[in-house]
């Protein structure tokens, strides 16, 4: 179970990263999927951020006008990018050993669980979001 609100994926995130940690003696090339998570979720964030941005500069340009909500908006994109950083930072930082100690449940993950969180974060992806668009062309 996860509350709901902006740290949710971080929350589901956390709980992928932790059942791969804790499976890594019994499939080591889980510890390649771990690192290859943690930068996809990284390259991710930058460049939803860079894309965000680049759409507010377009639409700015088109109006001619620079309104107070859209810098408002554009520091909230900072901010809310700057904390996914943070928190895939402190991941890296922390050896593999050491991130189980920082569980935020008491309940593990089991496999069903994990295969569940995988298609969620992929269903946010672009790409899934958008396949019934190259479907249907």
Known sequence: KVSGGDDEIQQLQKALLDYLDENTEIDASLVFSRKFYIAQWFRDTTMETEKAIKSQKDEDSSEGT??????????????????????????????????????????????????????????????????DIYLTQ
Not at 107 to 114: F, G, H, M, S
């Open 66 to 131: 620079h309104h107070a909500k859209d810098v408002e908006t554009t520091g909230q994109i900072m901010h809310r990018a700057e904390s996914r950083k943070k928190f895939l930072r402190s991941i890296i930082k922390t050896a593999p050993s050491q991130f189980s100690t920082l569980k935020m449940n008491s309940d593990t993950v089991d496999y069903e669980d994990a295969c569940l969180i995988v298609r969620y974060l992929a269903s946010m992806r672009p790409f899934a979001q958008s396949f």
